[in-house]
């Protein structure tokens, strides 16, 4: 006699078997995704945990809500401020607020000079420093953003200045000839170069032989200074770190309401 499943039974298995094949999908789905997330986890820990070069300089941790978690000598570097923020240095405050007319002063600034302006930015000190030094001189406005570097060439253009020179650095490399600068600017720019150790020590190569290293930096000493904590720097790290190259500490001065303009010069080797 033979058997003949019942329509109700035959339903049930159908239901079972298509049960289990969506239940085996999921599974399997589930899988490949868990594996997926361990290798990708896996490979960016991995990617975190080899240095970079000139790795040896720095170390890794969780990075603040301005910094980038990279830490030198004991500071996090800051992020850096884009070319969208382009209308901050030109806000019309900056020089009441920040005194720039005195740190002008402060630059002695001669004709014919070869002066550098790293993290040039708009040109705000570029474009009057071309003037200053008069058309026997140059100015290098350096940048990381060609953005940046475009908005100092329209500005240049349209006050007929010619003696300012467009340099595209790198996070690296400044990009500057050896033993030709007289002057090396940076105005609140150094606490965000990333790679600080190896740019400095590209610029300490670029000096002539009485070559100056100028660098400007909110006080952190002062709590007063309405800026973000990783956008100041101490004398005593700046030492620290422009050692690190060979550069010495020769002036300070701190006669601006909110900055320290450290003057800095290659160390002298005893004969």
């Not at 890794?60 to 978690?69: A, F, K, M, T, V």
């Amino acid at each position: 006699m033979r058997c003949t499943p019942s329509r109700s039974f035959t339903n049930r298995l159908r239901y079972q078997q298509v049960t289990y094949k969506t239940h085996y999908r999921h599974r399997v789905l589930k899988f490949w995704v868990l594996a997926a997330t361990f290798f990708i986890t896996f490979f960016n820990v991995h990617a975190s945990a080899v240095p970079e070069a000139g790795g040896q300089f720095y170390r890794y941790d969780e990075p603040s809500r301005d910094g980038l978690g990279k830490i030198y000598m004991g500071r996090e570097i800051a992020r850096v401020m884009g070319h969208r923020g382009a209308n901050w240095l030109e806000r019309p405050e900056r020089e009441q607020k920040e005194r720039t007319d005195l740190l002008f002063e402060l630059l002695a600034l001669r004709p014919g000079d070869t002066v550098a302006d790293i993290g040039a930015g708009t040109g705000y000190f570029a474009l009057p420093i071309a003037t200053a030094i008069g058309p026997s001189g140059r100015v290098l406005a350096v940048d990381i953003q060609p953005e940046m570097l475009a908005i100092v060439e329209e500005r240049a253009r349209a006050l007929q200045i010619d003696n300012v020179v467009l340099v595209l650095a790198t996070e690296t490399d400044p990009m500057l000839p050896d033993n030709d600068v007289d002057l090396v600017l940076m105005v609140d720019a150094y606490h965000e170069f990333s790679s600080p150790r190896e740019v400095m020590a590209r610029v300490a190569d670029a000096l002539s032989e009485d070559g100056r290293v100028v660098l400007v930096e909110y006080r952190e000493e002062d709590r007063a200074v309405p800026i973000k904590p990783l956008h100041k720097m101490s004398i005593d790290q700046a030492k620290r770190e422009m050692a690190a190259v060979g550069l010495v500490l020769d002036q300070v001065h701190d006669n601006l309401p909110w900055q320290h303009v450290m003057v800095f010069r290659r160390q002298v080797e005893a004969q």
